[in-house]
């Protein structure tokens, strides 16, 4: 059994502590050894070699399970109890087991310690920065970190955390590449076989690689039931089922601000939105002022709460999500927002911003329409487009965009730099731009911070009429992550005397916006993790680009597409995106100064059938370019078709090192 001090060590009440403990080692000792798991979330090795993996399946308790590889045996070390929504696993240099769930106590979050001999769950640390954790893992010296928006060292001892300033999570993210215990390969497809004959029906993958030949996004949750509503004129809090004390409050310039005011901070609120509410230039989190009607935050505590428009009119002016106030103060800012059945107008440049060195946590728009600023298209601002941006996030976040449209814009659709996980762009429909419908960046000194990563996911992306200045449809300028592009259409309009590309992901080598490199595998640098290309349809008679370019990625992998255009349909290692780099950048973490260092591509595979020179998707007047130099149908099959090639592993696009 742990000692007191273990257990009350944050001053949880004793009763509660106990009780749960107490359930974790009941349920263990019923259920016991058996064969039948479920979804295998993350897997890891202890230093004396034993295997362990979070089990999580739907209508079941959580379990972490002692895998013996060798002999094909599962047992159940622990369930239920504190496992809530377990989500990883780390080792600490001594072989206890750490797991970070993020729902437990309540929602906010714990980190456990598990004991490997009886499977006896400890909290180590609850509460405090947690308010979404999402990612977990132990340095070579044992110091504990936590991704909560943010990195929180864990003290080993004591569970008390520690807030690191956002520049330092570089290193953090550098030593994550190296966590102790993380599985090889090996072992990995060794786990599959295992938990797939144990449970034939189980998905079989670790959080760290998401199902084999599928990543998909969570489920929107259901909303909690509606708070108040909101009216042009009128906050109406309803309270009760008669109508006798329900609470009437006066909207005044900036209704919504009224409204979340009005909220109370310990609750999710959901507001009803009616109508055309006016109120342009919001600042939600903080802002200059405490004393400006525009301006609503809830001081120390982060704000969760939704929006959510109940009929075709329901409309609400340009606002901004902030962390911190004019004068330094830093406030609880933004975890968990959500806008929905909106449509959300601009008034200057864009209908949504997130400032520079403002982080927020999740910002989640689901069926909005974005729209051009009526009085900016009155006197033809933003080249008569109305508005430059829909979305632009200079500061750092999460991103959950899902049937989404666009007026057409000046710029960019959507704009956001150095993504803090994974992110969603799925049913979104780009109606034109000058430049692109989404871009993303990763700029090291232009915006100081931690590098982006996590798993982009780009799916039913519709883009047309794509022409006036630089960029692609869908362009991403490094991510030390992941990027999967699925059922992504682009058009061009007939209108126009020509178009852009449809993707292109590229390293950036401007000298004063920076870049961030990694070291991969092969010991070369890269500034994205992994591109997987499972569809991709094109047609673009008239681009002045090439339709698919892509440079310094580690691992490339091209599954099925149809591409008709005049111009390259792939592109690889161009000079422009491949570019040889001297001077300062943020490498592994670290500022290094390079001296003529070439970033190119590292493995690029074909799934598509062999061969791949007459493949049916390719109706482009080239194929394939390397670094510049056409490849003739004879090259392409020798590279991709020849028995060597077609032995080769196929890199998993999934086994990301940036957690």
């Keep these: 059994m742990p000692s007191w001090n273990t257990l009350l060590r944050l001053g949880a009440p004793p009763l509660l502590l106990l009780a749960c403990t107490i359930l974790a080692e009941a349920q263990?000792?019923?259920?016991?050894?058996?064969?039948?798991?479920?979804?295998?979330?993350?897997?890891?090795?202890?230093?004396?070699?034993?295997?362990?993996?979070?089990?999580?399946?739907?209508?079941?308790?959580?379990?972490i399970l002692r895998l013996d590889v060798g002999a094909q045996g599962i047992e159940v070390l622990s369930e239920g109890g504190f496992l809530s929504n377990p989500i990883e696993l780390a080792v600490e240099p001594g072989g206890e087991l750490l797991v970070l769930d993020a729902d437990a106590?309540?929602?906010?979050?714990?980190?456990?310690?598990?004991?490997t001999d009886t499977g006896m769950q400890n909290l180590l640390s609850f509460g405090g920065g947690f308010h979404d954790p999402s990612r977990l893992f132990v340095d070579g010296n044992g110091r504990i970190f936590v991704w909560d928006g943010e990195v929180v060292e864990i003290d080993a001892a004591t569970g008390r955390q520690r807030r690191w300033p956002p520049f330092a999570a570089q290193v953090i993210a550098a030593a994550a590449r190296s966590r102790p215990g993380a599985p090889t390969p090996a072992l990995l497809a060794a786990v599959d076989d295992l938990v797939e004959g144990g449970n034939s029906g189980s998905q079989d993958l670790t959080s760290s690689r998401p199902p084999r030949n599928t990543f998909e996004a969570p489920l929107i949750p259901v909303l909690p039931p509606e708070t108040m509503v909101l009216i042009p004129e009128v906050v109406w809090i309803p309270n009760g089922e008669g109508y006798e004390d329900d609470v009437l409050i006066p909207a005044g310039p900036f209704p919504l601000v009224t409204a979340l005011k009005a909220s109370d901070p310990n609750t999710y609120p959901v507001i009803s939105v009616y109508g055309d509410i006016p109120g342009a230039g919001m600042s939600i989190g903080a802002g200059d002022s405490d004393f400006k009607d525009y301006v609503v935050h809830w001081g120390p505590v982060p704000m969760r709460f939704a929006v959510v428009g109940r009929n075709e009119e329901a409309r609400i002016r340009e606002f901004d999500l902030r962390q911190f106030m004019n004068d330094g103060r830093e406030n609880g800012g933004i975890a968990d927002v959500r806008f929905e059945s909106l449509t959300i107008e601009a008034r200057f440049t864009s209908s949504v911003a997130v400032p520079k060195g403002h982080n927020v946590g999740l910002v989640r728009f689901y069926d909005c329409h974005f729209a051009a600023g009526r009085e900016n298209l009155a006197v033809g601002n933003y080249s008569g487009y109305g508005y430059k941006w829909g979305t632009r996030a200079h500061g750092r976040g999460r991103y959950d965009y899902r049937s989404c449209s666009f007026d057409p814009v000046e710029e960019h659709s959507i704009y956001i730099d150095s993504p803090q996980g994974d992110c969603y762009f799925i049913d979104i429909d780009h109606r034109g731009s000058k430049r692109t419908a989404i871009q993303v960046v990763n700029r090291s000194f232009d915006n100081p911070g931690p590098s982006g990563f996590g798993t982009l996911l780009f799916q039913n992306v519709r883009i047309y009429d794509l022409w006036g200045d630089g960029g692609s449809g869908i362009s991403v300028a490094g991510h030390l992550g992941d990027l999967i592009f699925r059922d992504i259409q682009v058009r061009e309009n007939p209108a126009n005397v020509g178009s852009h590309g449809a993707v292109v992901v590229w390293t950036d080598d401007d000298p004063e916006k920076g870049v961030y490199l990694y070291t991969g595998d092969d010991g070369e640098l890269y500034s994205t993790r992994s591109v997987?290309?499972?569809?991709?349809?094109?047609?673009?008679?008239?681009?002045?680009?090439?339709?698919?370019?892509?440079?310094?990625?580690?691992?490339?992998r091209i599954d099925d597409f149809q591409i008709r255009g005049n111009r390259t349909a792939f592109s690889f290692d161009s000079p422009f995106g491949s570019p040889v780099m001297s001077g300062p950048a943020v490498v592994d973490g670290v500022l290094r100064n390079l001296n003529s260092e070439r970033i190119d591509n590292g493995t690029v595979v074909y799934r598509t059938p062999c061969p791949l020179s007459q493949f049916v998707g390719f109706q482009s007047s080239i194929s394939i370019q390397e670094n510049m130099n056409l490849m003739s149908d004879s090259e392409i099959d020798l590279r991709w078709c020849s028995g060597a090639a077609q032995m080769a592993p196929t890199p998993d696009p999934y086994l990301r090192p940036f957690r």
């Design 105 to 115: 106590l309540g929602g906010t979050g714990a980190l456990l310690r598990i004991d």
């Design 28 to 63: 263990r000792t019923a259920r016991g050894p058996e064969t039948d798991v479920g979804a295998v979330r993350d897997v890891v090795t202890t230093p004396a070699g034993e295997v362990f993996a979070l089990s999580v399946e739907r209508n079941r308790a959580p379990a």
């Design 532 to 556: 997987l290309i499972e569809s991709i349809d094109v047609d673009l008679p008239r681009a002045d680009r090439s339709h698919v370019a892509i440079s310094g990625v580690e691992h490339v």
